[in-house]
């Protein structure tokens, strides 16, 4: 099992808890003697849940004893971190501690790291009273990732859990031409200022995204020694046990957070003659290949979309010819063999996750569903030999591609016709100020000659240099058949908030597939990330149109994207 493997390869130490938690502190009866103690919403309300009101005086004296107790019961050192999620109080006393030249570069809102320091500190300090020696840690995440505008030092009792989920998973620490990174560096720095102890939550695989092979050896090579260096109390890896795509960096990252001492490449080696046997020198090309490709790669990456773009055609030829030169080594070797068929498998999910995309990209989703299912039975082969991981084996793809292809499947579906793919390439302008439309961006006549050329779906904005939580604007054309022709313009999936204008006027957004549960009557008119059409039978003319998208990525989506992400279709409508 896996406890086991963890044992053997030096997992371990004092257990220090780091958890979404404040729940475990909060009486369920609370909201109703005492609402004040609780998170006040934009609205002026106070909500009954986890998310608390921190100014308050009374909820601190609660919070301290119901840690106190949690420790008494054998909690030696506890998590006391927010809730998952942004349900920060908006009350005045507590938006007061916010400093508001603090903003948090992610999201581009103030950082609230400030109130929180306060508030843990404060609770801290009531709990060192009866238990000195017990650690309470509290993660460094979302929001209150940057560092408090405080000069004044933590209590000795608190522990900074540092949880990047913020920063770019394709890159490593301080790498110069990742600004996410590269930030990194003056965030940990200040931590390390104020809080007298250091914890380390370190991803090791791209978040949402469980598909595609990665090996993140230049990152653990340089960061586990620099965060060594920070005086780290602790570090907790996380990690899907999809060994057929990321095993080697599993035992990597396992070996050097016991000891960051170790010398990576010579862990290697040994990892790969001991593992690969005869094929060990085709299975390191492999592996350092793939490493090579995504540290240079000017993609960052939240979900598929950034790693996507490591797989160059270069790079599959390179993984071809080192996975049919090792299968050939280890043949005689059922052990060996077996070993490389494993990654073989993994490099598999690359081929028809590009042969998804492919058809797509041409309109094509039945043809896309076909390759999905049978991918998806194929990685599920993978999880009852136990080399992909059980819960996660499929779920990102099913969560993220099955929508965007089912979708795509329904509209396009006779009587209703395909009649055109609108081209990859948009002309595209940032709008900081929030002006495009009083400034008549969606016009058919506005001059955009000014205008970026960017890639949509090809290619992310980030891979082609651009990186703004602000509001975007796209432009392109069309030709439609005829005046009275029932036509839709689909968007297989956008991220962030759209609105869609053709010959400058403003058209509603459809969801193709119904939501699942009754949606919440205050939710927008689409779902996050779904498949939606707009019809644009009364506003077309024969012959070329001019469609315009607006698109809000002033809140934080998904990491590094804001912008259209998969093909715009034209769809002929059967006349009802």
Known sequence: GGGHWKDWNGAGGENFAHSHSWGHYIPKTLFAEHPEYFAQGADGKRKDGDWLCTSNPGIREVFANNVIA?????????????????????CEKCVAQDDPKAIEPSSGTVSISTRYADFFDDVAQRVAKTYPDSVLNFYVYADYTQPPTREKKLAPNLCAVIAPIRYCRLHAI????????KQQLAMIDGWSKVASRLGYYNYMYNLADATLPMFKFTPCKLEFPYLAGKGLAFMTIEVLSNWYIYGPQIYLSLRMAYNPKLDA????????????GPAAAHMKAYWTAIDDTTTKLHNHSGGFYGQAAAYTPELLRTCETALALAAKAAKEDPNFAERVAMHAAGFQNIVDYRD????????????????????????????????????????????????????GIAVTAAPNKLLAVLPDKWKFAADDMDMGEAKSFAATDHDDAKWK?????????????????????????????????????????VDGDVSVFVNGKKLDPKPVLAPAKKANPNAPAVPGRSVFEVDVSGAVIEGENVVAVRCDNRKISELFLGEILRPVVLVGKAKQ
């Open 70 to 90: 949690a420790i008494k019961g054998g909690a030696k050192n506890p998590s006391i971190s927010p809730p998952d999620g942004r349900g920060y109080c908006r």
């Open 174 to 181: 301080g790498n110069a031409e990742c600004p996410s990174r």
């Open 265 to 276: 490449t010579a862990l290697m080696e040994d990892y790969y003659t001991k593992f690969y």
């Open 356 to 407: 998804i995309c492919d058809a797509m990209a041409k309109g094509d989703f039945t043809k896309a569903k076909e390759t999905f299912t049978a991918m998806t039975k194929r990685i599920d082969g993978l999880i009852a030999k136990k080399q992909a991981n059980a819960e996660y084996g499929t779920s990102y793809l099913r969560r993220f591609l099955l929508k965007t292809i089912d979708g």
């Open 453 to 493: 050329l960017v890639a949509t779906h090809s290619a992310t904005l980030s891979g082609q240099g651009i990186g703004e939580n602000t509001v975007l604007w796209y432009r392109t054309k069309f030709t439609a058949p005829g005046k009275n022709a029932a036509l839709s313009l689909v968007f297989a999936e």
